[in-house]
Antibody, heavy 120, light 107 residues
Framework: QVQLVQSGPELRKPGSSVKVSCKAS????????YNWVRQAPGQGLEWMGR????????TYSHHFQGRVTLTADDSTGTAYMTLSSLRSEDTAVYYC?????????????WGQGTLVTVSS | DIQMTQSPSSLSASVGDRVTITCRASQSISTYLNWYQQKPGRAPTLLIY???SLQSGVPSRFSGGGSGTDFTLTISSLQPEDFATYHCQQSYNTPWTFGQGTKVEIK
């Protein structure tokens, strides 16, 4: 069955960067989109961006003002999210989710989440 | 960005109750509306896509409706495992945006 397995929790200082991985299994990796969604403590869900490995070019939410970079490694079936210039407000659980490439777009599988804590 | 507003923010209900959650978009999104369920400490799971299509494996007591700006998620007979937070999400335009969530609690 399809599984998305994310890397473990991270603790970072303000101003630094974090890279979270998401390894997919159980289906063809590069025929789906890989989206990143975060959830701050007690808050709702916020979409950060998506990447379609077969096309390569990501789409980012403007709310992250160039701080987020999405990449993928087809050979290992792994998607990556790098968030830079971290601040305390970036403390959240970060989820990867698989999306379909044709309309209507939706996220059919999710990783287990990665807690990123930003603290001095 | 398209704003998604859910109501209510929370509700208390009993097992067997019929529950309806609404989601309103700040502009027309046709039927590009998805619903997710999230239990504490867990990732969301897809319930409904395209406003009314039931995801494979999701019980038929869940149903979705609406188009344009107004949408509903209905649980016909609430079960113990349905106590969770429900999120709507528009997939009409990026950035994809979510409602603030509706928490369904036990009365």
């Amino acid at each position: 069955q399809v599984q998305l397995v994310q890397s473990g929790p991270e603790l970072r200082k303000p101003g630094s960067s974090v890279k979270v991985s998401c390894k997919a299994s159980g289906d063809t990796f590069n025929t789906y989109t890989y989206n990143w969604v975060r959830q701050a403590p007690g808050q709702g869900l916020e979409w950060m961006g998506r990447l379609v490995p077969i096309f390569g070019s990501p789409t980012y939410s403007h709310h992250f003002q160039g701080r987020v970079t999405l990449t993928a490694d087809d050979s290992t079936g792994t998607a990556y999210m790098t968030l830079s210039s971290l601040r305390s407000e970036d403390t959240a659980v970060y989820y990867c989710s698989r999306g379909v490439v044709i309309s209507p777009y939706y996220f059919d599988y999710w990783g287990q989440g990665t807690l990123v804590t930003v603290s001095s | 960005d398209i704003q998604m507003t859910q109501s209510p923010s929370s509700l208390s209900a009993s097992v067997g109750d019929r529950v309806t959650i609404t989601c309103r978009a700040s502009q027309s999104i046709s039927t590009y509306l998805n619903w997710y369920q999230q239990k504490p400490g867990r990732a969301p799971t897809l319930l409904i896509y395209g406003a009314s299509s039931l995801q494979s494996g999701v019980p038929s007591r869940f149903s979705g409706g609406g188009s344009g700006t107004d949408f509903t998620l209905t649980i016909s007979s609430l079960q113990p495992e349905d106590f969770a937070t429900y999120h709507c999400q528009q997939s009409y335009n990026t950035p994809w945006t979510f409602g603030q969530g509706t928490k369904v609690e036990i009365k």
